[in-house]
């Protein structure tokens, strides 16, 4: 019987196809979070030095936009 040698996994590079893939993950993975973080530290610092009518202009905005009335 002969082997075709275009067959995955019959290469013995298993191993090695694994592993590029757990540190191609644990890569994305640290983005992501890194990005949230980034996301959440923008949003507080934001939110923390704007005035309180800007805030609630930007609320009453989002509220009529998405069709939920306040007045």
């Known amino acids: 019987m002969q082997r075709n040698a275009n067959t995955v996994g019959c290469d013995g590079m ?4 694994t ?3 757990l540190a191609s ?7 992501s979070v890194l990005f ?3 996301l959440g530290t923008s949003t507080v610092f ?3 030095f704007a005035h309180s009518q800007t805030l609630h202009d930007a609320a009453h905005d989002v509220r009529h936009s ?3 009335p306040c007045h």
Do not use: D
């Open 14 to 17: 298993e191993s090695m196809m």
């Open 19 to 21: 592993t590029k893939t």
């Open 25 to 31: 993950s644990k890569a994305t993975a640290l983005m």
């Open 36 to 38: 949230v973080a980034l």
């Open 46 to 48: 934001l939110t923390g």
């Open 66 to 68: 998405s069709g939920f």
